[in-house]
T-cell receptor
Framework: GESVGLHLPTLSVQEGDNSIINCAYS??????FIWYKQESGKGPQFIID?????DKRQGQRVTVLLNKTVKHLSLQIAATQPGDSAVYFC???????????FGKGITLSVRP | DTAVSQTPKYLVTQMGNDKSIKCEQN?????MYWYKQDSKKFLKIMFS???????INETVPNRFSPKSPDKAHLNLHINSLELGDSAVYFC??????????????FGDGTRLSIL
């Protein structure tokens, strides 16, 4: 079946460095992609999204890159801070019913 | 000023009981969702309602019955609770479900533990 997955289960980065979290998806019909951050005891928090007619989108300290050719999505976090420590999820949807399929979470750990 | 609020935050109950979880959103969204997150943090959609109409119904046991009295509320009733129902249940909402993709906004979850 279709799946969305992450390359690495955990990522440890030094405070101040840039972080890159990668995600692969298998559904070539996917047209909407989104990244969420989940802190302990909280619900997923929207970070940034991108539609399939774009290959890059920037937010505050975050950039999402979409490569539809190889079905790859990445989240870049600039100048990673301790508050960025959390579990990150990518998700995708296709079609009109807004059904999001989530990938496995990856834990980002920021070293002081 | 909580956008998506769920009650209760924690629910501990015995196998075989019936329980309900409530969700309310004050974002003015027209679509609401229920997700289940297992112990490995995997998030899976269960149901979605758009303007009180069921639009997503995944392969969930019929012991689970969602109810949407209005656009701002989506409740989840679970009959005959089983050990495997232990999980964190998240409610979410978005605008334009069924016609466009917009970010879904999540509540902080209900931690259900079955004894």
């Amino acid at each position: 079946g279709e799946s969305v997955g992450l390359h690495l289960p955990t990522l440890s980065v030094q405070e101040g460095d840039n972080s890159i979290i990668n995600c692969a998806y298998s559904n070539s019909a996917s047209d909407y992609f989104i990244w969420y951050k989940q802190e302990s005891g909280k619900g997923p928090q929207f970070i940034i999204d991108i539609r399939s007619n774009m290959d890059k989108r920037q937010g505050q300290r975050v950039t999402v890159l979409l490569n539809k050719t190889v079905k790859h999505l990445s989240l870049q976090i600039a100048a990673t801070q301790p508050g960025d420590s959390a579990v990150y999820f990518c998700a995708e949807s296709s079609g009109a019913n807004s059904k999001l399929t989530f990938g496995k979470g990856i834990t980002l750990s920021v070293r002081p | 000023d909580t956008a998506v609020s769920q009650t209760p935050k924690y629910l501990v109950t015995q196998m075989g009981n019936d329980k309900s979880i409530k969700c309310e959103q004050n974002l003015g969204h027209d679509t609401m969702y229920w997700y289940k997150q297992d112990s490995k943090k995997f998030l899976k959609i269960m149901f979605s309602y758009n303007n009180k109409e069921l639009i997503i119904n995944e392969t969930v046991p019929n012991r689970f019955s969602p109810k949407s009295p209005d656009k701002a509320h989506l409740n989840l009733h679970i009959n005959s609770l089983e050990l495997g129902d232990s999980a964190v249940y998240f409610c979410a909402s978005s605008q334009g479900g069924g016609r466009s993709n917009q970010p879904q906004h999540f509540g902080d979850g209900t931690r259900l533990s079955i004894l």
